[in-house]
Nanobody, 115 residues
Framework: QVQVVESGGGLVQPGGSLKLSCAFSGTTFSTYRMGWYRQHPGQQRLLVADINSSVYISYADSVKGRFTISRDKDKNTMFLQMNNLKPEYTAVYYC?????????WGQGTQVTVSS
């Protein structure tokens, strides 16, 4: 059974940093493209950043220069380092694992940027 589990969300002041983690289990991590999405209340879920098993990485324009996505193949874990956070980044952040014939979502972790 494949599972993706996020952790690391919380409350942070504007300008602060948080690091999200996504633990993947149940099948071969390297075959999945991994991504972070965020969802504001009443809005659709949008891609923040994604990474495949080699070197391809992409970011939404709104987070370029602030967020860094990475994955650790030995720990089957993906990370999102978020720096210089802004209040508009407040949202639920979701981990996504995608392959040709399957995809999985985590339960989400709340990130709140507020003073």
């Amino acid at each position: 059974q494949v599972q993706v589990v996020e952790s690391g969300g919380g409350l942070v002041q504007p300008g602060g940093s948080l690091k999200l983690s996504c633990a993947f289990s149940g099948t071969t991590f390297s075959t999945y493209r991994m991504g972070w999405y965020r969802q504001h209340p009443g809005q659709q879920r949008l891609l923040v950043a994604d990474i495949n098993s080699s070197v391809y990485i992409s970011y939404a324009d709104s987070v370029k220069g602030r967020f860094t996505i990475s994955r650790d193949k030995d720990k089957n874990t993906m990370f999102l380092q978020m720096n210089n956070l802004k209040p508009e980044y407040t949202a639920v952040y979701y981990c996504h694992a995608g392959a040709i014939n399957s995809q999985y979502w985590g339960q989400g972790t709340q990130v709140t940027v507020s003073s």
